[in-house]
């Protein structure tokens, strides 16, 4: 009785996020993006062009070692982007992290925090690239995510960027891998630049 109580509440899930998401794709054929800024000081400011029903809130999460960060939410919360920002000569450092050293970072982060409790064993790399951006990121689907659990998302794909001399790293969480509310996110990610 359990098990079918537990298949038919994945089932209506799926199917709302299904249907939020398509009218989410409809609207935003149909409507134009809005643009946000992230302030940070002397480094500049970080823009991201997101669909206009998205908000962005600034929480810092108590993390002494970040820049600000910021979370863009879609509505309901079907996809929550978490940017931690930093950039070149962040806190007095000389850190000016390559792609090549993104990649390693990530795969670093990937492989400790996420493997171990992933569904999948491996993980492949994948380019982040828009017109003011790049970076590296990867997917993992979390194995012990439920369907009982409020604010949780079953899909993350974690990654860092940089747009000119601000960079960091980011989290895109999801109710789906590669459907909809993942391809928006990562649209939304593509569109990272430093404000000129």
Same mark, same amino acid.
């Given at each position: 009785m359990r098990a079918c109580l537990k298949?038919?509440?994945?089932q209506l899930m799926f199917i709302a996020a299904l249907m939020a998401a398509l009218s989410f794709a409809r609207a935003a054929e149909s409507e134009s993006l809005k643009t946000n800024g992230m302030p940070l000081g002397t480094a500049g400011t970080l823009e991201v062009l997101t669909p206009p029903d998205w908000?962005? /809130?600034q929480t810092n999460l108590g993390m002494v070692n970040?820049?600000?960060i910021f979370e863009l939410h879609a509505p309901r919360d079907t996809t929550t982007i978490r940017i931690y920002t930093s950039w070149d000569g962040f806190k007095g450092t000389s850190v000016k992290p390559t792609e090549a050293e993104m990649s390693t970072i990530v795969s670093?982060? /990937?492989a400790t925090q996420y493997l171990p409790v992933a569904k999948e064993k491996t993980f492949d790399l994948e380019k982040l690239k828009g017109p003011n951006v790049s970076g590296v990121f990867a997917r993992i689907t979390d194995s012990k995510w439920t369907l009982l659990e409020t604010n949780t998302y079953p899909n993350i794909a974690t990654g860092m960027f940089r747009s000119g001399n601000i960079w960091g790293n980011f989290d895109l969480l999801t109710n789906d891998k590669d459907g909809p509310q993942f391809k928006t996110g990562l649209k939304v990610l593509e569109s990272l630049r430093r404000k000129p």
């Open positions: 298949n038919a509440l994945r908000i962005l /809130v970040f820049g600000p670093n982060i /990937v």
